[in-house]
């Protein structure tokens, strides 16, 4: 699976208004995984994860971040994630199943701040890149 | 089986009641069919699929999903049995349909990014916690009686 041209099209011309809020659409996202799928908090017993929170914050920022990254390099998402992929086999080692839910909750989140833009075929280009990124992530797991 | 508290109880209804059935159940198959073009594959004699706005236009696109978020209505005027609500649309779905579950928990997470998209702040994490649970019950309901 891999994007069309009018998909890589969609997303950087979406990026702009999505960076743009980088901050609170990370934090967003967050919030939501953590409200809708608590299991995913087994993750972070370091953190403190109520709303609001500056961990959330923080955390919520790099993970856009690193979207970002990809979106850069949209033709070689695997070259861009390299060492976040390394990160989470050897360290993190988050089950493959959370990367859907994350992806589920960023979507819902970009849904939710751009109606107008996430079209049908934007929410195709979407669900498609976050399926790579999250492919990439896990690459190196086994 | 699903418990819901009176607050997740709250949160669905209180949004429930400012859905517009007939579009958001269009709107729910038709982004369905896009984004997972596989799903098509239950509705071969449903005419033009071959674009997104194809789908998102077509007659009996709208009119399924205005069938199917209908029956979920149901479902919220039953949170508490879910299960039976659905017992015979699951020996419906297994016997003469042949849909596997999967796609019921895609087109919940569907629904829940549109709701997302109609009421945006209104849609905290709370309120979409509750849905996720709703559409999570409504499909293992629907799956109960596969066999």
Redesign the interface.
Known sequence: MSLTKAERTTILSMWDKISSQADAIGT?AL??L????PQTKTYFPHFDLH?GSPHLHMHGTKVVAALGDAVKSIDNIAGALAKLSELHAYILRVDPVNFKLLS?CL???V???F?AD????A??AW?KFLSIVSSVLTEKYR | MVHFSPEEKAAVTSLWGKVNVEEAGGEAL??LL??YPWTQRFFDNFGNLSS?SA??GNPKVKAHGKKVLTSFGEAIKNMDNLKGTFAKLSELHCDKLHVDPENFRLLG?VL???L??????E?T??V??AW?KLVAGVATALAHKYH
């Open positions: 967003q919030e939501r953590f409200a809708s799928y709303p589920h979507l819902v989140t849904a939710s701040h109606p996430f079209t049908a075929d929410h195709t669900d | 038709g982004r896009v984004v997104a789908i998102m997470n829940v990014i549109i997302a998209s109609h009421f945006g702040k849609f994490p709370d979409q916690a996720q």
